[in-house]
């Protein structure tokens, strides 16, 4: 891609207003136009400044990890269960600066490459977790859809300078994936998708609050159109739901 559709994409970008977390089912009057190029879409761990710690797995038992989100509480009590985790609220620097703090009750918190990264914040990032941690990452993280009016071929003509096919295919899977299991963006649904040539590798797990109960899976498959994106995704999620995560998604609604 060349300077000058760079500079475009970044223009749209900016002129598109605030983001926010995209639901899977949308409205009847609105559709998902176009996925723009993924920013790295994994979880990472910022230590407290001047921390002598660099990896989540070094910290002593009984440290704090902030974190609000269910999923990222879920892994923390599965895979890190010497751990603590208590909830932190406010926009990234406002996290930071809950962080940093003197008497901070924080030892690190885990937030998202990308959000870092746009904001120029990327040199705070201490670790970056992955599947070898057993760390997933939320459906659609890192990627920016553009919500249109359904039918609205204008618009989607005028955005399809930001459309990224790769990226497109994978989050659809995700999408498709949690639409199935019926988890919402705040279930603690954790997914990783890979490409290998035209094949899409989709994991997934599925983790009880209390880090207790898992179920995990992957699926692989030739993904080239929308409708293969969709399906591997949903068929991935049926076999999770056949492994018990209906029970744990279903005990989160009841106690919610």
């Given at each position: 891609?060349?300077?000058?559709s760079?500079?475009?994409n970044?223009?749209?970008?900016?002129?598109?207003?605030?983001?926010?977390?995209?639901?899977?089912?949308?409205?009847?009057?609105c559709?998902?136009?176009?996925?723009?190029?993924?920013?790295?879409?994994?979880?990472?761990?910022?230590?407290?400044a001047?921390?002598?710690?660099?990896?989540?797995?070094?910290l002593?038992?009984?440290?704090?990890?902030?974190?609000?989100s269910?999923?990222?509480?879920?892994?923390?009590?599965?895979?890190f269960?010497?751990?603590k985790?208590i909830d932190?609220?406010?926009?990234?620097?406002?996290?930071?600066?809950k962080?940093?703090?003197?008497g901070?009750?924080?030892?690190?918190l885990?937030?998202?490459?990308a959000?870092?990264k746009?904001?120029d914040?990327?040199?705070?990032?201490?670790?970056?977790?992955?599947?070898?941690d057993?760390?997933?990452y939320?459906?659609?993280q890192?990627?920016?859809?553009?919500?249109?009016?359904?039918?609205?071929?204008?618009?989607?003509d005028?955005?399809?300078?930001?459309?990224?096919?790769?990226?497109?295919?994978?989050?659809?899977?995700?999408?498709?994936?949690?639409?199935?299991?019926?988890?919402?963006?705040?279930?603690?649904?954790?997914?990783?998708?890979?490409?290998?040539?035209?094949?899409?590798v989709?994991?997934?797990?599925?983790?009880?609050?209390?880090?207790?109960?898992?179920?995990e899976?992957?699926?692989?498959?030739?993904?080239?159109?929308?409708?293969?994106?969709l399906?591997l995704?949903?068929?991935?999620?049926?076999?999770l739901?056949?492994?018990?995560?209906?029970?744990?998604?279903?005990?989160?609604?009841?106690?919610?």
């Amino acid at each position: 891609m060349d300077e000058s559709s760079n500079f475009t994409n970044e223009y749209l970008l900016t002129q598109l207003g605030k983001t926010t977390d995209m639901p899977t089912s949308l409205p009847s009057s609105c559709a998902l136009g176009v996925i723009c190029e993924r920013e790295d879409p994994r979880d990472v761990v910022v230590m407290k400044a001047n921390s002598p710690y660099k990896r989540i797995q070094d910290l002593p038992a009984g440290s704090v990890v902030g974190t609000s989100s269910v999923r990222r509480k879920a892994q923390t009590f599965r895979h890190f269960p010497q751990l603590k985790c208590i909830d932190v609220r406010g926009n990234l620097n406002t996290r930071l600066g809950k962080l940093d703090a003197d008497g901070s009750q924080y030892d690190c918190l885990i937030l998202a490459a990308a959000g870092l990264k746009r904001i120029d914040l990327g040199h705070r990032i201490t670790q970056y977790l992955s599947a070898d941690d057993g760390v997933l990452y939320a459906p659609g993280q890192g990627a920016l859809g553009l919500e249109i009016r359904d039918g609205d071929e204008r618009m989607l003509d005028f955005l399809s300078v930001l459309a990224h096919r790769s990226t497109a295919l994978a989050c659809l899977a995700e999408r498709s994936l949690l639409k199935t299991l019926q988890g919402g963006c705040s279930a603690p649904v954790g997914v990783e998708t890979t490409w290998d040539g035209d094949e899409l590798v989709l994991k997934s797990s599925v983790i009880s609050p209390d880090g207790k109960d898992m179920v995990e899976s992957q699926k692989k498959g030739v993904v080239k159109t929308q409708e293969e994106a969709l399906r591997l995704g949903h068929e991935l999620a049926e076999q999770l739901l056949s492994m018990g995560a209906d029970k744990i998604l279903h005990d989160l609604r009841t106690n919610a």
